[in-house]
């Protein structure tokens, strides 16, 4: 028989002294440490936790504390405030910060903020079902259901206190995620949400904020630094057995509904529907664009880069294919010496798309290269650049470790022009392979840079087979950190 660390006489006593707003508030505190029980009662929530071995006295003095019921501690559990404050500055802490900061901000907020807060979010969630009654704390959880709101996740609460003009909240959230630098990276439990425990060959989301940060926020303290924070840490459930948490760390998290953007640009025509219709079967949420001029394409990139869906997806991938020299592309325009595709890749590069930050970035680039006595360079394309009118309509994120170049994965591959004339209407031997390679059901199955090693020995065998005029050049340039797997993990 399992041997329970809190008399049952306790638990009775103190669910009979709590009021119906207490008991929201203890259970929302307590979901992370049993999300097998997200909808069980306060009484079936605490005497689960003390069956397991989680609850104990210092435990439950804590949640006393947390829903300020101080006559509690003092008349049931014969402690005093002080005495629970001091154990919590040691550290003896039972519920993740992310928790109690919720229930901070559920305190702070009247019942009119509540229903704005729930009007607001139907541009998020046009069917969320907000009832005249319902609590933060209700809202929250509906949120964290849909993976909107996290721990790591909290820039559209921010946004909607914006606009409720509460900014003493905002700063509360932005405190929680300064601290969350300074704390251990295992010193909270791990975060589930209640759906996600009751399937459990599911990867979780992200951990706490104190065990690692994805979204993250630029704010100037007052002497003028800015503050940094950490690169997440991705916690996933093990496939098999009973649930246990196991910390993957050397691989991005790849789960959200859709991957990411896919944005396809192809000025020469052969390729879009294969590419298209391999990535909407990775998941991805593709945008087709063909036959673009210079301009057109200046203004695509710049929208794709300003997409505030970018925030809620794990990645982003871009596909290039028009005429061009080795470093730039000429588009459907004659006249121009081409677009930089260095220009291209800093548009989403983390100080001009912050929604990416520490997400993989990935580029295929397919080049037909035109010989430099062909190339006219009457003139020039001004391009926006790494500057404000970039980021203008972003929200800038604080200092962070990662570098902004980092978590990049570049594969150009380069064929002489002739490859068209000989047969216009023939697709990339490059793109052709990778599209075979992510629609096979194992190969896909296979990190990124292992995929693209099988699709360079492809590569390098046809060349074997075919004149040199029209053989594939393919280079690989990287900044990824972690493994990376275009399959939810």
Known sequence: MTKCQVPAVLIHQIEEELDKEEEEMMVFLCRDLAPDLATASLRELLVALNERETLSFLGLSELLYRVKRFDLLRRILKTEKATVEANLARSCRLIPDYRVLMVEINENLEKEEVSSLGFLLRDYVPRMKMAKDKSFLALVIDLEKLNLVAPNQLDLLENCFQNIRRIDLIRKIQKYKHEALMSSVHSQPVYVNALQASLPNLSLIDPPYNSGIQNVNKEKSQN???????????????????????????QYRMQSQ????????????????????????????????RYLNMNTMNQTLLEVARLQKHRYCDSFVCILVSRGSPQNIFCTDHTFSGFPLEQIKRYFTADSCPELLGKPKLFFIQSYIVSENEQEYTSLLEVDGNDDKIIANTKIPWKVTIPQVADIFWSQCKVDVSTLEKSSSSSSYYLRCLAELLRHPHKRKLSILDIHTELNRRVYEWNKTTDPSQQYSLLLQHTLRKKLFLSPT
Not at 224 to 247: D, F, N
Not at 262 to 268: M, N, Q, R
Not at 275 to 282: D, M, N, V
């Open 258 to 289: 859709p991957l990411g953007v896919c944005l396809i640009l192809d000025c020469i025509g052969n390729d879009t529907d294969v590419l298209e219709e391999t990535f909407r079967g990775l998941g991805y949420d593709v945008c087709c664009h």
């Open 224 to 250: 003028g630094q800015s503050l940094i924070l950490a690169e997440p840490v991705h916690m996933s459930i093990q496939e098999s057995g009973s649930v246990s948490h196991k910390v993957f760390d050397d």
